[in-house]
């Protein structure tokens, strides 16, 4: 029997596979149209290829777990345990990578969006699926896809930030 949820959460580890590639493509595009990646750059694609593996991570520890015969209550308190704990480091250090990468000020939308509410939906869903509370697995879910999303919007952000910079000119000869 499958577990609760498990078509979603295929589906999000689908997701994840294919924004991470898409993400992988923007790169390569820019560096080919002579973009030179900063310290900053470097941090971004870091950051959101790391976002994205701990998300996929979390996606398919459940049906992992439960391929070992463990009791769905269990697979889930386990999950949120080894789901939200790097989640929980990636994000509460990301203002600090972020100040060592680039000096410049970072945008607070940003960091409330994505450190701020990305942990509070962690640390709220590790409390309510250890708490043992009604309907853990979609809260467990639903902290995957607010740190989906939270992502989404920084994305979409850094996109902007991206697609401004200039290219680097080539000594003429």
Known sequence: MEITGAILLYTLAAMMVTFT???ALLLSLRQAVGVELSQLDR???KTVVTHLFLVTWGSLL??????????DDLIWRISA???AAPMLIHLLTYPYRRRRADETMQSRTIYFVFVVFGSVSLIGM???????????????????LINFF?????????????????????PEK
């Not at 459940?62 to 009791?71: D, V």
Request: hydrophobic residues 60%; glycine residues 6%.
């Open 150 to 170: 939270t992502l989404a919007f920084v994305f979409v952000v850094a996109l902007d930030y991206l697609l401004k910079q200039q290219p680097f000119k080539q």
């Open 21 to 23: 590639g898409f993400f």
């Open 126 to 144: 590790l409390v309510y699926v250890l708490a043992d509370l009604p309907h853990g697995p979609a809260a467990y879910i639903t902290a995957l």
């Open 62 to 71: 459940p049906p992992l777990l439960a391929l070992y015969g463990i009791p």
């Open 43 to 45: 941090l971004l694609a």
């Open 81 to 83: 345990v080894l789901f």
